[in-house]
């Protein structure tokens, strides 16, 4: 684990859930900002090794449209040629709504958007109609 925060490079290792050595700080971050997880499964921990990338992206996918202007980077450095796909959107959950209607035809032009916060607890709620015979609510 990389985390670029207040000018520096932190770094920390982790096997079977557990720190190898505490967080240090390894260098400058050179103005870069941000988290980065390398990730290696173990046998002795997970019953399959097998990675789905589209899985994968789909959720990833999810928490980037959820994380407005929260830049997430799946690679794949397992094959020869490195698949790599660049999430982020400035929308939330507005674009999000756009993105699952992307292949539907639009009832109204734009989407229904409410937001609010209370307590410290923040909601965002969008809706669109389309032409599709199904209805779908995502919580």
């Not at 400035?90 to 209607?101: A, M, P, Q, R």
């Not at 639009?106 to 989407?111: F, I, R």
Request: glycine content about 6%; proline content about 3%; hydrophobic content about 40%.
């Amino acid at each position: 684990l990389r985390v670029w925060r207040n000018d520096k490079e932190h770094r920390i290792e982790f096997a079977h859930g557990d720190a190898v050595a505490p967080l240090s700080v390894v260098g400058d971050a050179n103005g870069r900002r941000g988290t980065e997880v390398t990730f290696y499964a173990s046998a002795e921990t997970f019953t399959t090794l097998e990675y789905d990338f589209a899985t994968l992206e789909h959720r990833l996918r999810e928490l980037a449209f959820l994380n407005s202007g929260v830049n997430i980077r799946l690679s794949d450095l397992r094959h020869p040629v490195e698949k790599t796909e660049n999430m982020m959107y400035e929308g939330g959950v507005e674009e999000f709504v756009k993105y699952l209607d992307r292949n539907k035809k639009a009832m109204v032009p734009t989407p229904i958007v409410m937001r609010a916060e209370q307590s410290g607890i923040s909601v965002e709620v969008a809706m669109w109609w389309n032409d599709s015979y199904h209805e779908n609510v995502l919580c």
